[in-house]
């Protein structure tokens, strides 16, 4: 049996086994098991759709038990490890085999948790520990599709551990520049200060803010207004564009040698220095206006959140660690909470958790795109994963995030009582982005690392659009 089919069957054995784990978090099957108090079989009417969830998630599980066994039995099937442990060329290392038979031990555990749950009528504490086993399951086998993907697809990286910025290109002489007049020269203008704001990152930070919002009403009871969304999103808008301003003036220097932001407003001097320190002092005053309209407590956070990202991430994170991307992963989880206090006017464990998956989905997320484009980052001097460890360990890290992500998002389905829309979305979603990283790690192209990118953004924009609809559907 080939490798590449151990990794098919792994990722699909993963995939399965999270789909279980998130329908098996909802409220809508915690219903379904009371009314199905026997096992294996049920004995209600398959008509009666409460019974027909709780017989096809048993059959779910069959299914994905034969996946599980499968893919032990593969891993096992191939031979050839060295004594230092690591696989030969052609055999899986013995954290693999490890691993995976970690899983196919775990597997029957869960049945019999499975099977007291339904016959009992899940007791104090039979409920957590099914999800738990389920949980450690998925972990167990998200690891060894990692390290069987890294085995496979090693590549000799060469990486730089302290990469030298590429020299800063020679300004241009604003005489020779072609000067614009009228009302080409306003749509300039305007275009630049616009992009100052870096609007493309303000629908989804703003739909992180509209997540937190819904989550707050739907678990706290809390009404949620016209006024409160107007203020809370209206403030995001704004530190958002603070937050880009001064990213802007920082990294006007770096931007200038890199071919991605070359054309950037400040590295272009299209906007002077000044000017854009005063706009974006303006946008974060505006910012913090709006919050307070809403509550201290956002205001704060907002100050927290512009702060965090101009000087700690970009001042401190960026250019002196490769952890700059987990770290900076505080400053997009951040509208989470705002959108949170917004409404409730604290801080709640549900808005946390939804924090959490933002947080661990960022480095899953931007990972990819410092992939694609590695050599840009070196030539700013920017030591990012990719430049200082390789792509090997890069791509191998993209998917320890992606599963943590899944991971916290299935909590996140048992903390707020979400539905069916969210746990399709996180389970097809997260589906299509693991298929896109497993096709990172066999093609290793930038086009690839690109695919992997749109793939997270599409996950998280679908997961917060079903955490809305989940949460204030009528």
Not at 70 to 87: F, K, N
């Amino acid at each position: 049996m080939s490798r590449p089919r151990l990794t098919s069957l792994l990722a699909a054995a993963t995939v399965g086994v999270y789909l279980l784990v998130v329908v098996g978090a909802t409220a809508a099957l915690t219903e379904a098991v009371a009314a199905c108090r026997s096992w294996p079989l049920c004995g209600g009417p398959v008509t009666d759709p409460q019974v027909a969830i709780a017989v096809g998630h048993r059959l779910a599980a069959a299914v994905v038990a034969v996946l599980v066994v499968l893919a032990a039995v593969a891993a096992w099937r191939e031979w050839g490890v060295e004594a230092d442990g690591e696989a030969a060329p052609g055999g899986v290392s013995r954290r693999v085999r490890a691993a995976v038979t970690v899983a196919l031990a775990l597997y029957p555990a869960q049945v019999a948790v499975g099977a007291v749950v339904a016959v009992t009528g899940a007791p104090v504490g039979a409920a957590g520990l099914h999800l738990a086993v389920g949980t450690a399951i998925f972990a167990s086998l998200a690891l060894a599709l990692a390290w069987q993907l890294e085995r496979e697809t090693a590549t000799n990286d060469d990486p730089d551990p302290s990469p030298e910025p590429a020299p800063a290109p020679e300004e241009s002489d604003p005489a020779l520049t072609p000067s614009l007049s009228g009302l080409a020269r306003v749509r300039a203008v305007v275009t630049a200060y616009v992009s100052l704001t870096k609007p493309r990152l303000m629908w989804l930070l703003c739909l992180v803010a509209a997540a937190g919002m819904a989550l707050a009403t739907g678990t706290t009871g809390a009404d949620l207004t016209v006024r409160t969304v107007f203020y809370t999103l209206g403030g995001g808008v704004l530190a958002i564009g603070a937050s880009g301003t001064f990213n802007h003036v920082l990294e006007r220097d770096i931007d200038a040698r890199m071919d991605r932001t070359a054309d950037r407003p400040l590295a272009t001097h299209t906007v002077p220095v000044a000017n854009a320190v005063v706009f974006g002092a303006l946008l974060a005053a505006a910012s913090l206006w709006a919050f307070l309209r809403v509550n201290l407590l956002a205001a704060a956070l907002g100050l927290v959140a512009i702060l965090f990202y101009s000087v700690v991430y970009t001042l401190l994170l960026k250019p002196n660690t490769a952890q700059n991307t987990v770290i900076g992963g505080a400053a997009g989880a951040l509208p989470a909470l705002i959108g949170w206090g917004a409404v409730a006017g604290s801080i709640g464990l549900p808005g946390v958790v939804l924090a959490g998956v933002v947080f661990l989905w960022t480095p899953a997320h931007f990972y990819n795109l410092a992939m694609a484009y590695r050599e840009d980052y070196e030539r700013g001097g920017f030591p990012m994963l990719p430049v200082v460890r390789g792509e090997t360990v890069t791509r191998k890290h993209v998917l320890y995030y992606l599963a943590a992500t899944l991971l916290a998002a299935g909590a996140l389905t048992a903390l707020a009582g979400l539905g069916w829309l969210y746990a399709a979305a996180t389970v097809a979603l997260g589906s299509v982005f693991l298929w896109a990283v497993v096709r990172l790690h066999r093609e290793r192209t930038r086009g690839a690392a690109l695919r992997a990118f749109h793939a997270s953004n599409a996950y998280l924009g679908t997961l917060l659009l079903a955490v809305l609809l989940d949460t204030l559907a009528v």
